[in-house]
């Protein structure tokens, strides 16, 4: 359960740091979705180059990475939608 909170959390402020810095604006519900999807691609991205040692809980460049992460999100999100109403 604690996993779950510490997700929303860290999802909330990740989502917002990447809507902030892109000038989106969203509700809290995006925002902690933004962020969880980001923390995904990122730690996605990041495990490409850079893999944590073993056993270990919090890999160095993960909050940065969820932040790109979300940031990527955010640009396809504008690209598509832009597409989607011509």
Do not use: E
């Not at 925002?31 to 730690?43: D, K, Q």
Request: charged share 5%.
């Amino acid at each position: 359960m604690l996993h779950i909170i510490w997700s929303i959390i860290v999802g909330f402020i990740v989502g917002w740091i990447a809507k902030s810095f892109m000038g989106f604006q969203m509700g809290f519900l995006l925002t902690v979705l933004l962020g969880i999807g980001g923390s995904i691609i990122g730690g996605l991205i990041g495990r490409l180059f850079s893999r944590p040692t073993p056993g270990s809980a919090f890999h160095p460049a993960g909050f940065i990475m969820s932040i790109i992460g979300a940031l990527l999100l955010l640009w396809v999100w504008s690209k598509w939608g832009a597409a989607m109403m011509h």
